[in-house]
């Protein structure tokens, strides 16, 4: 395999892992189901990112080399079951990566002003903005981890300025007011929001991200180990604690799946006068999203990579580059594919509709290759984590499936993720047997 540097220390795959996991996205959504997912959130953090912690790290110190998840699939089941769980993985980023910017757009133009929230609803602001902030990680990664490094912990920090400015607004809040919310911890089985339930796993997704960069960290096997078990702390801490601090602020009604986090800031700073909170979260915001767009591009860029040594896609996904020594063509194929993705995306829907089915597709798309994960973790001996994860794996698949309110056709909404779905299998199939045969 050609030489990659060793880049990443402790430091840096805790702040990595940090921000991959944590997405400011999902307390708003959270938030807007009610009190009631702080205990989701408890059981998710149970059932799902822990087992992941465990089986992620038990297969990363048993195959440390680069390519994490897919070396682990292979090595379990075969080499085409490798490479439909790399395919997968790599191709969930094409939807993840759009409905991100798009979320985090109107996030962050929220937060600078109520009047800005318009335009992020004109494809012709939205989406140029959102190609811009593209390109900026597309670059950062291109020139290699050195560079890229810094952006996903300035993602990672970014996510806890964000979690300072929400806690310290509650709590602010609470010495002179009332909670808004009167928080009943049962969670309410409304199927109207049941699809968010498999947002709530997605959301404890990307621990696994880091052993795919095994042969850039400095002694992998004692450094992902330990970098897990700190981030999943600091991310269940994220999640409850800064859903819960929405919810002090602002009614569950009154949060918008999409901006909420920006609207409880500006709450914050009309109730308090703390005009400073919304400028913070909104630049907290762009670093966060920047960390995590990264960490994904970057990681999930060395799967092709991997594929091209094994003669699994084609040669120049297996090439570095001459001067940054990056997987540069995969790192591209992921940025236009994304760039394309999010154009297409804004033609002929609703921005939240177009959201919400990029969402699901992220959904199903990545928890394809969990339960590839989960199966080999339970050939390997992982029992218990195993099993748990591939339930609730298999389950968020399913809600995915479950249309929102927002959607205009249930029809054609369930034609566009099973018809997609279908499309990728179909090229994944058609892409294997085509580099499989012999020239």
């Known amino acids: 395999m050609p030489h990659l540097k060793r880049e990443l220390g402790l430091r840096d795959l805790i702040l990595f892992n940090v ?90 133009a929220y937060a600078f002003s109520e009047k800005s929230v318009r335009y992020f609803e004109n494809p012709l602001v939205l989406v140029p903005v959102t190609l811009f902030l593209l390109a900026l990680v597309i670059a950062s990664n291109y020139v290699g981890l050195r560079v890229a490094k810094w952006v996903d912990n300035c993602g990672g920090l970014g996510a806890y300025l964000i979690w300072f400015a929400l806690v310290a607004s509650a709590a602010g809040f609470l010495l002179t007011h009332h909670s808004v919310t009167q928080f009943d911890l049962r969670p309410r089985l ?103 767009l990264g960490t994904y591009i970057g990681a999930s860029a060395r799967l092709p990579f991997v594929l091209g040594i094994e003669k699994l896609l084609p040669a120049p996904f297996a090439r570095l580059h001459p001067r940054y020594g990056t997987p540069s063509v995969s790192i591209l194929a992921l940025g236009i594919g994304s760039a394309i993705l999010l154009v297409i995306s804004q033609l002929g829907e609703t921005v939240r509709a177009a959201y919400q089915i990029m969402i699901d597709m992220s959904v199903i798309t990545l928890f394809i290759p969990f339960l590839y994960l989960f199966a080999a973790g339970w050939k390997f001996g992982l029992r218990w984590p195993a099993a748990s994860g591939f339930t609730v794996a298999l389950v968020a698949i399913g809600f995915s499936f479950v249309p929102t309110a927002d959607m205009k056709s249930v029809w054609l909404f369930e034609a566009k993720l099973v018809g997609g779905c279908l499309l990728l299998s179909a090229m994944a199939w058609a892409v294997y047997r085509r580099c499989r045969r012999p020239a």
């Open 190 to 292: 409304d199927w109207d929001k049941v699809n968010f339930w498999s947002q709530m796993a997605f959301g404890m997704t990307g621990l696994e991200l880091s052993p795919i960069l095994g042969g850039e960290i400095r002694n992998p096997r004692r450094t992902i180990l330990r970098a897990s078990w700190i981030s999943a702390f600091l991310v269940t801490l994220f999640y409850m604690s800064g859903t819960a601090a929405i919810l002090v602020l602002r009614s569950p009604d009154h949060v918008s799946p999409v901006v909420g986090l920006a609207e409880a800031s500006r709450d914050a700073a009309r109730t308090l006068g703390w005009n400073w909170v919304p400028l913070l979260v909104a630049f907290s915001i762009l670093f966060s999203v920047g960390g995590q």
């Open 19 to 108: 921000a991959a996991v944590v997405s400011t996205r999902w307390i708003a959504t959270a938030a807007h189901a009610g009190p009631g997912t702080l205990v989701l959130w408890a059981f998710a953090a149970v059932f799902f990112l822990v087992p992941i912690a465990l089986t992620a790290t038990g297969l990363a110190a048993r195959y440390p080399e680069e390519g994490g998840i897919y070396v682990w699939t292979r090595e379990a089941f075969g080499t085409g079951h490798g490479f439909a769980c790399a395919w997968f993985y790599y191709l969930s980023n094409l939807f993840w990566v759009p409905s991100l910017l798009v979320a985090s757009a109107g996030m962050i």
